[in-house]
Every structure is written in C-alpha cells, then in structure tokens.
C-alpha cells in the first residue's frame, strides 16, 4: 500500500494513457550541461541582479550571498572569494549566459535558508520526514495523502530516476488556481522534476513527479500574435477547477467558439510532448481564422496526486466534466456567439465525445471534432496500437526489445480488465495501473455505439500516418455511423497522431522533433466551423 501513489505518480504518463513509445528521448541527451541566461536564472532564485556597463561585470545578490561575474573571465567572485569557472562568461544574442547549474549552487547553500512553503516542504520530503512535511499541506490534500507516504516519497523518486546530484534548479509560474513551484533534479539515470502546487493561502494543494524531458517546440509560421489575445480563465470550480487559456480573435464579436479536449494521460493546456504543442498549435491557428478557442491543463495535470489518490476516478470525471465546463464559461462570454460553440477532442477526448454530447443536456454544443479518436473500446485500442508499433519497428529494421517489455505488461493489464470475473464492484488486488476503478467502469464503452443513437454536426479527421490510432479506427467511424447523414470525414497523408505531417514512418521516436499541426488541418476545421453556423 505504502509504494500505491508514488506508483500512481511515477507511471502517470501511462497510467490512463494510450502507450506512447518510451524510446523517444535519450537519457543522455538530458543529461547534458544546461546553458541559460543569467538574469533569466537568477530571476526563477529570487536573485536581485545589477549590470555595471564600464567594467563589465554582473552583480547578484540575495539575503547575504554575492556573486560578481565579469565578461570574458573564467573567475567568479562568491562573498570575496575567487571561484574558477570551467570557462569564460560569454554574451550569446546579447545576453550572458552560462551553466545554470553554478548559479543554482550558489544561492541554493544552506547559508541562504528560504522561507517559503515550497522550499521548506521539499527540504522535509528530501529528508524523509512525513510528519513534518504533512504540516504545509492543504487540507484537501491532508485527507488523501498518508504521512507515510511522504516518508517514502523522495527515495522512491531515486529508485525510480536515480540518485540526485547536487542542487535542484527552483522556477515557478503561477496560473488561474495555483502557483506552481518546479524543482529540476540531475541524476543518476535520468532528470527529473518535481512540481508543488500552492493553493491562495499558500499550502501545498498538490504534486507532480516526472521526467524532465526537453521540449524542441517551435512556433508554427501560421502564428500570427497580432490576430489574436489571450486571457488566463478558471474552467469549473470547487477542489478540481482548473486553469485555461482563452484566445480571441481580435475584432468585433460575438465570436465562434471552440473548446479543446486533451488526449490520454497528464497533460497541460497544449498537449506538450517532445517537439509537438497541438493543441496551442490549433488555438493560434483557429483564433487568427476568427474562431476564439478555450483551452486547458487536464484534471491528471493540475490535480495529480488527487486524482491518483481517488478510489472511483472516472473516464467522465477526467474528460467530460471540464469539458462541459468549459462550454458553459464561453457560453457566459458576450464575446461568444452562444449558438455557435464546437468542441473538439483529440484522442482519449475524441473517444469521449459521444460521453460528452450525452452530457449537454442543455444542448449548448452546436457541433463536435474527433481528432485521431478511437472508435473502439480503450483496451481492444491498446491492443491494436501496440500491434502496430512493432509491426512498423520491425519494418524499420530496428530493435524492438524495448517496445516487447512494454506488450508484455501491457498485455496482462489487457487481459485482467476482460477478465469477466472483475468489475467496478470486484476489483482486482494489486492492479498495476491505478486507480483500478477507472479501467473497469468504462470497459463496455464502445464510443460508436452511443454516437449512432445521437445526431447533431460531426467532422472525423484522422492522419493515415498515426501509429497509436491506427487508420483502422477511422474506418470503423464510418462504416459504424453510416447511417449518420450530419457527419464528415477526412484523412491526411502522412499526419501523424500529434496532427503534423511526418514524411517518415511515425513509431512515436519523432515526436523529440520540433513539429506543428497540418495547417491543413486547421483551414478545414475553420470552414467547417463557419459552414456550420
């Protein structure tokens, strides 16, 4: 019981996830020295810093710690005494910059002691004291969270990523419902990171553990920043509200309103992976075309050890609840055209659509979007795409021993959810893949079997390159509803399931490269949209 959540939290990204390969990235490539800014780094410490133009030295300080650094010297100065770099500060694009890691030693000694929340309860977790680490907690998360577990929680995170080495490098962001504290940490085997989420009154409300992988993303050519704004919006309310973006198209509304539902697993607003953001990709290109988008970090994001720490965790409380939400927050908007309000889903969310439709009782959802949406069952899915992926492994030429670990755990989980004998009411002991609950209440859901009892606008995109939602689950979108006169359909050559073009075989490897949607994609979405109203 005790190793329950730390799994939960270490496993999240699959947890409730369609298998993404877990070869993408390298550890170490992550593992290489980290070349930042120095303002920019002394910012995320709370650093004070002063440039002198004339000798040209840079000046940082905080509570009684000083460090001098001087352009082009491989000398630094830490409260009057001389410390060797491992080489010269340099300017690079007119800012100084060096290793990130220097700078973090410094301000991190034990001379500077913080007095913030996070700090202080990381310094217990560090330690292994539970008990006193329980003491800067929310209550929400004081009930769902044993002190023992707080006792295990740093030496499960090494046995899992490796031994720490040296000093973390603290940032934080704020955002509609916490302030987020982030603790980058070198080690052993692979980076990784732990995020704190501080409630208004300063407790920590929630937590998240994973690898620290690079993002490579960059801005698609179709972002256009003067088409558009963006405001920090709340989506639902109460102990699971989360945090949204709102991009407007800049003009006279009311505007069409789109609301974006994520994948599968822990992911923010924009479904970062790797290279790839496609769901800021789809807002930016949507909002310069006239069509204000919401979108918004997941309940498995925001809400991590919360919901891993729910017993009866649901398909309907990950997905549908918020997206419901979200429609009623644009709804409310009088910059919103309220007859004119889509949604679309992306994967797991295009899987729940028809859960999703079933649930806008009020009828305030004037079309919906799967994108790259199973039509079938969640395991018999998991199934068909680990399938997939070693069929177009092996036709690569390439090793598929790492991809035969994961179809043999996977495998058994697939075995033990159609295993007649569990259900919602007996659950399996020791599952592997908590919680259990959520596994077995949707195990008879077959998404095409509700939507052929519903009507009302449907689009069905799908990439004929995608490796975790084969084309065969486009096909059986069509056959499945061909009785449906108000639904389109569409496929894209060598679109991959992050929505971009990928002249390669996609295997979920290239998804470490810079990549962006198929402005293909957004153009019919958008007349789609406009055709609709």
């Known amino acids: 019981m005790k190793n329950k959540v730390i799994r939960s939290i270490t496993l999240a990204s699959i947890a409730l996830s369609l298998a993404i390969p877990m070869a993408s990235v390298s550890a170490a490539s992550l593992q290489k020295e980290t070349i930042v800014p120095v303002r920019e780094t002394a910012k995320n410490l709370g650093v004070e810093v002063k440039w002198d133009q004339t000798s040209h030295t840079i000046t940082l300080t905080k509570d009684t710690t000083t460090l001098i650094l001087t352009i082009g010297n491989s000398q630094a100065i830490v409260n009057g005494k001389s410390i060797a770099l491992a080489g010269p500060l340099r300017i690079v694009s007119n800012q100084a910059v060096m290793p990130v890691e220097f700078i973090t030693n410094v301000f991190a000694s034990k001379e500077a002691a913080s007095t913030d929340t996070s700090d202080l309860f990381f310094d217990q977790i560090k330690a292994g004291n539970g008990t006193k680490a329980a003491e800067y907690l929310s209550p929400t998360l004081k009930q769902t969270l044993p002190t023992q577990m707080l006792d295990t929680l740093w030496g499960n995170s090494e046995k899992a990523y490796g031994e720490a080495i040296g000093e973390p490098l603290k940032s934080e962001k704020t955002n509609a419902i916490h302030r987020n504290v982030t603790y980058n940490i070198k080690s052993t085997i692979i980076p990784f990171s732990i995020t704190l989420r501080l409630n208004q009154e300063g407790q920590i409300d929630d937590l998240n553990i994973a690898a620290a992988t690079p993002s490579t993303y960059q801005k698609p050519s179709y972002d256009n920043p003067a088409s558009y704004t963006e405001q920090e919006v709340t989506v639902g309310s109460g102990t699971l509200a989360l945090p949204g973006t709102l991009s407007m198209p800049v003009g006279k509304g009311p505007f069409p309103a789109l609301v974006l539902v994520h994948g599968s697993g822990i992911s923010d607003r924009d479904s970062s992976a790797g290279g790839a953001k496609p769901l800021r990709d789809l807002a930016v290109g949507l909002a310069a075309k006239g069509i204000a988008v919401l979108r918004y970090d ?112 996977w495998s058994s989980v697939i075995s033990t959810v159609n295993d007649p004998q569990y259900s919602v009411d007996h659950l399996p002991e020791n599952f592997p893949i908590q919680p259990a609950y959520w596994w077995f209440e949707q195990r008879d859901y077959k998404p095409t079997d509700l939507a052929k009892k519903q009507s009302g606008h449907m689009l069905v995109l799908q990439g004929e390159n995608d490796v975790q939602v084969p084309l065969s689950e486009f096909n059986t979108w069509k056959s499945e509803l061909k009785n449906r006169p108000d639904v389109e359909y569409k496929s894209y050559p060598n679109v991959t399931h992050l929505l971009n073009a990928y002249s390669g075989v996609s295997t979920g490897q290239e998804y470490a490269l810079p990549s962006n949607v198929s402005s293909n994609i957004i153009d019919d979405i958008a007349t789609w949209i406009k055709k609709s109203k």
């Open 298 to 409: 997941k309940v498995t994001y925001e809400h991590t050890l919360k919901v891993a720490t729910t017993p009866k965790f649901t398909l309907k409380n990950e997905t549908v609840d918020h997206a419901i939400s979200a429609v009623a927050l644009l709804k409310s908007n009088p910059m919103i055209a309220s007859s004119d309000i889509y949604v679309a889903g992306h994967s797991q969310g295009g899987f729940a659509m028809p859960l999703i439709v079933a649930a806008d009782t009020g009828g305030d959802i004037a079309g919906t979007i799967i994108l790259a949406g199973p039509s079938s069952p969640y395991v018999d899915v998991l199934a068909v795409q680990l399938k997939e992926i070693i069929s177009r492994m092996k036709g690569l030429g390439q090793d598929t021993a790492p991809y035969e670990a994961q179809v043999a755990m």
